[in-house]
């Protein structure tokens, strides 16, 4: 592969806020980068060498922006996958690979993938019609999750008992058992071409009910070290079991038994991992580019107690972003604002985030609840 002399060329498919985080951090290895993405306006458009405007999930697209480039990643996973296994077949690095991609597009296939290794996770069923929710094997309440296409808490639906089935999806889907958990965890693991892995240390979510969207992370832990060492073993079986080469952040349950479930994968930089910018060695978005270049993985240890809060547009508002109380906000020490260069702002949008440090983890939370009283995205 060549160098990072500025003659490499790196394609990302999607140009939103975590495509816009790993080109600040590739413009420090000379790596030139190429963005595909539907939107005229996406986050990425002022950043990166090259901007094109085109379908992810179109073949032809995808497949005629990859031929222009040495390497192509990813930072959504709806990509037209079959365009990718002819880009591999031609040459083109591709990372993660497409299979990984296509087993993980597919929540079914995710499911089975971890039943076939061992990996734990809730009890489920998979449901090809309506027809087969009357037959449920999995007791209420259950959660029944889309096969494919569902994110941030879209194409999920709780089914507490018989009077809920007439709104369920009628698509191929999957329901699974109803975990009464104790606190939702995540671990991000990297993995090089050479089979290094890596893990950061596990971290805590809290999710904003409403929109079903991780709203406050605290970094790093202080659950039991048990349980954050086998959070890390899960997340590093994962890894290998796939052979991935690049990022994969692991969500998880942690039960009121002690147990730890898996819920979902997602092989790209994820919303768990953006506190590492400010609260890790290296952040999650370096740790991805050293592993599709095959280099050595960094040092993951974190420098500091370290909280991350979404910045979402408020309920009731649609239009030109405004961002009120950020002034005050910049003025707390250990403060580091993110924003994503989105024009309009909508509820619930991901908007930007906020990671706070400070030595003292009671006052860094002190100051996270601060940043989410105060900073807010109004039209």
């Known amino acids: 592969m ?7 060329k790196l394609g990302i498919l999607g140009g939103g806020q975590l495509g816009r985080m790993l080109i600040q951090q590739a413009i420090n290895y000379n790596v030139t980068v190429k963005i595909l993405d539907p939107d005229r306006e996406a986050p990425c458009r002022k950043l990166c060498d090259e901007f094109t405007i085109g379908s992810l999930g179109d073949y032809e697209t995808v497949y005629n922006f990859g031929k222009t480039v040495d390497l192509l990643t990813i930072e959504i996973e709806k990509v037209n996958v079959d365009a990718l296994e002819q880009l591999e077949k031609e040459g083109v690095l591709v990372y993660p690979q497409s299979r990984v991609i296509r087993l993980i597009q597919d929540k079914g296939l995710q499911k089975q993938f971890f039943k076939e290794n061992d990996i734990p996770t809730a009890d489920f069923q998979i449901i090809t019609s309506p027809q087969q929710l009357q037959q449920s094997l999995i007791p209420f309440p259950y959660i029944q999750k889309l096969r494919k296409d569902g994110y941030d808490g879209k194409g999920v639906y709780k089914v507490i008992d018989d009077s809920y089935l007439a709104g369920a999806f009628k698509e191929p889907s999957l329901i699974e058992q109803w975990i009464d958990f104790e606190k939702e965890i995540a671990v991000i693991v990297a993995r090089n071409e050479n089979g290094e892995i890596s893990t950061f240390p596990m971290v805590e979510m809290e999710f904003n ?15 039991p070290f048990e349980v954050q060492q086998k959070a890390e073993q899960i997340a590093k079986k994962i ?75 408020e309920a009731g508002y649609e239009g030109p972003a405004v961002y009120q109380g950020i002034e005050k906000v910049l ?10 260069g989105k024009a309009l702002t909508k509820p619930f949008r991901k908007m930007g985030h906020v990671t706070i440090v400070d030595a003292d983890r009671e006052k860094a939370i002190e100051k996270a609840k601060f940043v989410q009283k105060t900073l807010k995205v109004i039209s």
């Not at 060549?2 to 490499?8: E, T, V």
């Not at 003025?331 to 994503?340: A, Q």
């Open 331 to 340: 003025k707390v020490p250990g403060v580091y604002v993110h924003l994503y």
């Open 239 to 313: 890894a290998d079991s796939l052979r991935i080469v690049g990022l994969l952040a692991v969500e998880m349950f942690l039960d009121k038994q002690g147990r730890i479930l898996v819920n979902e994968l997602a092989p790209r930089p994820h919303n768990s991992g953006h506190q590492t910018i400010e609260g890790n060695v290296v952040s999650q978005f370096e740790q991805h580019l050293r592993a599709i270049f095959n280099q050595p993985l960094g040092d993951t240890a974190c420098l500091n107690n370290a909280i991350m809060v979404n910045v979402l547009g």
């Open 2 to 8: 060549k160098a990072f002399y500025g003659d490499l």
């Open 209 to 223: 009910p409403k929109a079903n969207l991780v709203e406050f992370l605290i970094a790093p832990s202080t659950l």
